[in-house]
């Protein structure tokens, strides 16, 4: 009998393209993301793909939906394999600039939606002895400047995800955390910040992604073969994080130049 997967942010971006690259294995696909047409699109892609599966609108921020998707995988497929907590959005802005709205918008869809969705499907993980894929960024590990908030919710995506590892492993539950860099995605439609000129410079660092979502989908799916905790799917991101843990200061010292360039650059724009 074919494996069974759900992935949530599955309507566009790296949850479409996992869909499809398991979906190439014949795996069922549970497809949850809070734009129903694109969800739809994604599962006709999955069919065409050689997967089969279903589609659910869910709302990662609701605790509800997220255990109302669990009942169904438990009806409909008898449990879940493998579960990718995926759904996430952007945002950008000095410290300064952003708004505690701005904060609490951003940790309960990228880090209390991994949280959540980590509660309504571990229990279906450890009957199957399964494997959970948390997607967080190198936003995590890097922390660059104009971006905070977005660095605090990933960063708890990695802390959550070690966590677990150490908490499952005894039960057979098999955990990884994903830390992409920029990858030319969509995820500037979620884009939400306080000065407009972070959203372009965003844009651009997407555009002039050497790496697309499937090639990091790939990577991903290669990885988790090998039994990765961490994942590190872009070249320059994992020469990064070597630093960073070799010589700390003088990132910080890379990052702190970094900032005023962007600030530069927001003040000219």
């Avoid at 993980?125 to 990933?154: F, H």
Wanted: aromatic share 6%.
């Amino acid at each position: 009998m074919s494996k069974r997967m759900m992935i949530t942010g599955a309507g566009s971006g790296l949850g479409r393209e996992m869909a499809l690259r398991w979906a190439r294995e014949g795996w069922r696909l549970a497809l949850a993301d809070i734009d129903q047409n694109r969800l739809e699109q994604t599962l006709q892609h999955v069919r065409a793909a050689g997967g089969d599966g279903f589609s659910q609108r869910c709302d990662v921020r609701d605790y509800s939906q997220l255990t109302a998707l669990a009942q169904r995988c438990q009806a409909q497929f008898g449990g879940i394999d493998c579960v990718v907590n995926n759904a996430g959005v952007a945002s950008g802005g000095f410290f300064t600039d952003l708004s505690l709205d701005d904060w609490e918008w951003q940790l309960s869809i990228n880090l209390m939606g991994v949280v959540k969705g980590c509660k309504a499907f571990v229990p279906l993980l450890e009957r199957s002895r399964g494997t959970l894929i948390n997607i967080a960024s190198m936003a995590a590990l890097m922390q660059g400047p104009g971006m905070s908030n977005y660095n605090v919710a990933k960063a708890g995506v990695v802390a959550l995800s070690e966590s677990l590892k150490v908490e499952l492993e005894p039960l057979s539950v098999r955990v990884h955390v994903v830390c992409p860099s920029f990858f030319q995605t969509n995820l500037l439609d979620s884009f939400r910040g306080p000065d407009p000129a972070m959203k372009a410079q965003v844009g651009k660092l997407l555009d002039s992604s050497p790496i697309s979502a499937a090639q990091v989908a790939d990577y991903i799916h290669a990885a988790v073969e090998a039994g990765e905790f961490l994942i590190l799917p872009h070249e320059a991101g994992r020469a990064a994080w070597q630093l960073k843990r070799q010589a700390p200061e003088r990132l910080y010292a890379q990052m702190a130049e970094m900032a005023v360039k962007m600030r530069g650059k927001v003040s000219r724009e």
